[in-house]
């Protein structure tokens, strides 16, 4: 019986990162890449230049790659998802009565 052996994985538990981008970007960037190979199909079905379509896609392919690279470094893994859910929580709470706050000390 010879030594196995195993090696350790040290990235349990951290999100996944490829190439610089975080988490869920890598969706992001997958799904718009998806979205701009339909409107190449699109554009190209349609009877538009097939120069003017590989120069509109990589013009766009390139905008949406620097965005989506700049938002994973600006917001990191959970930072869109906080700012996102930040526009929900009021900004001021008011309460006209201390009802609420009796009721509370008596239980």
């Known amino acids: 019986m010879g030594n196995s052996v195993y090696k350790i ?5 951290t999100s996944i990162q490829f190439k610089g981008l975080k988490a869920q970007y890598i969706w992001y960037l997958g799904g718009g890449l998806v979205i701009l190979m339909v409107v190449f199909a699109i554009l190209y079905i349609s009877g538009v230049n097939a120069f003017v ?10 905008a949406l790659i620097s965005r989506i690279y700049k938002m994973s470094n600006k917001y990191g893994e959970h930072g869109l998802m906080k700012k996102i859910a930040s526009r929900n929580i009021p900004r001021v709470i008011k309460s006209y009565s201390r009802k609420m706050f009796l009721e509370c000390k008596r239980n």
């Open 9 to 13: 994985n040290k990235g349990i538990n």
């Open 53 to 62: 379509c590989i120069g509109f896609v990589f013009l766009c392919g390139a």
